[in-house]
């Protein structure tokens, strides 16, 4: 009985692995909210806008 124990400790640790390895590797979905997608659009123009004129060098 305890060979047996011994032989199903790491099939079922291999199981459990090919699992978590099938769910890991899954293509993501896509998510198909065009009011999320133009709001973050919104947020990345304005952080790339300037919104100062730039430091003098030396001065803090």
Not at 1 to 22: K, Q
Request: glycine content about 6%; aromatic content about 6%; hydrophobic content about 55%.
């Amino acid at each position: 009985m305890a060979a047996l124990a011994w032989l199903i400790i790491p099939v079922v640790a291999a199981l459990l692995a090919m699992l978590w390895a099938g769910w890991a590797a899954r293509t993501p979905r896509a998510t198909g909210d065009p009011a999320s997608l133009a709001e973050h659009q919104r947020f990345r123009a304005a952080m790339e806008r300037s919104t100062g004129s730039p430091a003098e060098p030396g001065k803090r």
